[in-house]
């Protein structure tokens, strides 16, 4: 007989299980942590104490009643085993914290561990990556992901383990003093529970599955809507957003009700189970005592073996459900850790040279998808000290050129050097700690404009912040605020204005301390006024510098050493301003229609 598809998704579910597990025992079993190593042994055995002790509770119960049975002592009062009875329950309790408190260490290691590699994984894959999804579901696969890893943790080895255990040691105990019939019976039941709960949480997974799409994409469309607020309102679009995180909600509700319906009926099943199980042991234990087999303690025993028994069995269907919705959830997570990095430092890769760093574009190609070709054969040269500009209509690939020197992409064939090196062969993070970036759209950490200056180089001095916010003509209007450098910019900086905003970057870039400065249409957005202001810090800034100015507007760039003129993916023209208006082509065609505008 052929495997079905369901077949094959359940063991490629179970596959991924198993994989889960073992990556989070390595979390569990640290390599270079003795401490927590003895951590884990020290709670298994405090575990194993409660467990052995939890098993003789109800034969000291049974000894006790025994006790008051006996005619000639009923007015004995078997003051130790009542003693002993309240010292074997106190010592469970204290044997359980204990465990707890020595293994919380080596759950919240293993849990801050994997959050903190997830994020630093998350910072290292491409640009690519991040513009093809959504932050709101990417902060949800986190949340759910860290919140299973305690819970798998602590439930797999604290109650799953423990529970067979235990069963194990009741059967054991039930068989030696009695008959192999209420083994048997245990068996039976364990078994019919077991396949049940199995069975029915595989069919549950698929609304726990529904249940998180639907909540990521619900938080991914608030978080989104909240972030575009001024959008949400220039539109009118109210309606428009609570019918879209709405229609998430609505997805959400139906899986839920599914889930819980499913979850309900498994609950049922399983109590029916149980209460079957233990009333056949009942009536076989009353039996015993009317023929005069077994005491009334015997009879106790076994009642109390039962419900001790089936009571961490109950549980045991809640950590199933729990631990494969976690598994779940975990896998998720695990998913992002196992993308490999599109942009990775070569083995060989080098720190960058000590001479001038010049750049250079040679005959670079690139595309974001095979379809459509951006750069076809771009080169120029960028001497050290230069101010160069790039300029050209949309879509030519300005901004793409950016990018590529940031290296957030490589490219498809060509080279682009710096210092004469391939930046292939450099240390990403050198690379990068030498050019200083002013985008067009400047984004601003919801925190101080203190802490966003200092962004740039973090831990820098006061004096160094100031100094920098003088060069970028903002230290000025910073100090006439009322809380100065510890004014909060808002939400992506929104209580700044545009221009304010442009100041605070260009500040944090000088920070930087870089060698290489890239203005990307830094002033395309600001009106008349603001730009000139800007644009007189940037030429004052940019005389200590290798500058790169991609730019919308001619009448910025006009005075750069350099000219560039982008179009359809090549360069067009190259020179001078004046060499340029004298070549009558793309670039004077541009400069007279923005002039008649």
Known sequence: MRPTSHDTEQN??????????????????PKKRSDLKTRVILALLFLAAAKVLNIYIPYLLKLTIDDFSVKEQIMVLPLALIISYGLAKLGVTLFN????????????????????LTFKHLHNLSLDFHLSRQTGGLSRVIERGTRGIQFVLRFLTFNILPTFIELALVTAVLVYNFDFTYALVILVTIICYISVTLLVTEWRL???????????????????????????????????????????????????????FSLSLLNILQTFIICTGLVIIMIKAGKGVVDQTMTIGDFVL???????????????????????NSLVDMEKMFELIRINPDIIDSKKATKLPETALDIEFKNVHFSYNPEREILKGVSFRVSAGKNIAIVGPSGAGKSTISRLLFRFY????????????????????????????VP??????????????NYGHPDSPQTDIEEVARLAQIHNFIIKLPDGYNTEVGERGLKLSGGEKQRVSIARALLKRPQILLFDEATSSLDTHTEKEILTAFKEIAKNYTTITIAHRLSTIADSDEIIVLNDGKVEEQGNHQTLMELDGTYRSMWDSQSRE
């Not at 004469?420 to 050198?430: A, H, N, V, Y």
């Not at 067009?440 to 200056?453: E, H, R, W």
């Open 12 to 29: 490629l579910r179970k596959t991924q299980h198993s994989k889960t597990i073992r990556e989070l025992g390595g979390y569990l079993w």
């Open 97 to 116: 914290e204990i465990r707890d408190l020595i293994f919380v260490r080596v759950v919240q290691h293993a849990q801050r561990t994997i959050s903190l």
């Open 206 to 260: 698929k609304f726990r599955k529904t249940m998180n799409a639907k909540e990521s994409k619900a938080s991914t469309s608030a978080i989104d809507s909240l972030i575009n607020y001024e959008t949400v309102k220039y539109f009118g679009n109210e309606e428009h957003e609570y019918r879209r995180f709405d229609d998430s909600l609505a997805g959400y509700e139906k899986a839920a009700i599914q889930s819980q």
């Open 302 to 324: 076994v009642n109390t073996y039962m419900l001790q028994l089936y009571l961490p069995l109950g549980f045991l269907g809640f950590v199933y459900r729990e631990v494969k």
């Open 410 to 437: 490589d490219v498809s064939s060509g080279h682009i050097t710096i210092g004469g090196k391939d930046i292939r062969q450099l240390k990403q993070k050198l690379l990068r700690s030498q050019i200083g970036v």
């Open 440 to 453: 067009q759209d400047t984004v601003l950490f919801n925190d101080s404009i203190g802490y966003n200056i």
